[in-house]
């Protein structure tokens, strides 16, 4: 029977991975701070900690050994090399959670980002005024130096990570409520504000994360590599909206407004998050030629993340808080 570590667990995405290590027969262990509410079966064992505290990980995990970690909520370098020191001949495959920021923050690449574009010159640090672009910049940077780290360790002692890079994760339980957001504004009845502009959408299902994520443990797959992990299809905002409306049994009405007045009436990014420019798009490549992905179609998750959204009270969506002023909005331009 296998021995997996959990890093995280209990958001998002966390419970379905619990819940799928544990279907295949895993014994499983989560290490968290334990500051979120834990509906985790009694049978996963439950360390808790704060994992950026070097000492407070090695009291937790010392003298214990992983067939597989599974490193949800890696942040920074000094955390990658504070775990990589740790889990040091402990661990037989550790797989890291990234995110398509790391190419967002560099130069001179285009979409879909490939892995090969990873290498290359960053952009320079947005002034600390523009926080939401600042912010976004911080968050890749922060993930290409944990990055750097776990490769490092590889290179230099044979530490078995791989990276799995992901965009935008649409989910049943993603607690930013982004998805369920459109959903309940086209509930209502009343316009979606969108910008002029716009990007081409290519997200991820987060059951596809899933499944990447046992196929990347397998000790089959060679570790020392960073993998893109993405939906096949790149469609437009508003045809992504239009599969939402479907599967909710109403209209899609967009109204387009310039970027700027959205912002000056500060209803950006809540209106519209899938219109943020720091969303990335990735191929997928050698997802499929490495793991053996197969992606789920987007016609195909996206009525099950509608039944989903659905269920959510439109005051569990803080980004709805704001629903008043958008229609407002919306009526003043006619």
């Known amino acids: 029977m296998a021995t997996t570590l959990v890093i995280g667990g209990t958001r998002n995405l966390g419970p379905a991975l619990v819940a799928a290590l544990l279907e295949r027969g895993d014994t499983v262990t989560t290490f968290n701070r334990g500051h979120t509410s834990d509906d985790l079966p009694a049978a996963v064992e439950r360390l808790?900690?704060?994992?950026?505290?070097?000492?407070?990980?090695?009291a937790a995990l010392s003298r214990r050994s992983f067939d597989l970690v599974v490193d949800t909520t890696l942040y920074t370098g000094e955390e990658a090399r504070s775990v990589a020191r740790l889990l040091d001949g402990h661990a037989g495959r550790y797989v890291a959670w990234s995110t398509g920021n790391v190419y967002l923050v560099r130069t001179g690449v285009t979409r879909p980002f490939r892995e090969e574009d990873y290498d290359g010159p960053v952009m320079p640090?947005?002034?600390s005024a523009r926080a939401h672009d600042h912010r976004n910049w911080v968050y890749g940077v922060d993930k290409r130096a944990a990055e750097d780290a776990l490769m490092a360790a590889h290179a230099a002692r044979g530490f078995p990570a791989?990276?799995?890079?992901?965009?935008?994760?649409?989910s049943e339980r993603d607690h930013y409520g982004r998805l369920a957001g459109y959903v309940r504004r086209l509930l209502d009845g009343g316009p979606l504000l969108l910008p002029h502009d716009g990007l081409p959408v290519r997200h991820v299902y987060g059951g596809d994360v899933i499944a990447a994520t046992l196929l990347a443990g397998s000790p089959a797959v060679s570790p020392g590599v960073s993998i893109n992990v993405s939906q096949d299809e790149t469609v437009t905002l508003e045809q992504v909206l239009g599969h939402l409306a479907a599967a909710c049994g109403r209209p899609l009405v967009v109204r387009r407004a310039p970027r700027e007045a959205l912002d000056a009436a500060g209803l950006l990014p809540d209106c519209s998050p899938w219109s943020d420019p720091w969303m990335s798009a990735l191929a997928n490549e050698r997802s499929k030629s490495v793991l053996g992905m197969r992606y789920t179609p987007l016609t195909r998750y996206v009525p099950t993340l509608v039944e989903a959204a659905r269920l959510r009270p439109a005051a569990s969506l803080a980004s709805y808080a704001q629903r008043p002023a958008e229609l407002a909005f919306a009526a003043a331009q006619g």
């Open 162 to 170: 791989l990276v799995l890079r992901m965009p935008m994760i649409n």
């Open 48 to 58: 808790h900690g704060d994992r950026a505290d070097e000492a407070v990980l090695r």
């Open 125 to 127: 640090e947005p002034p």
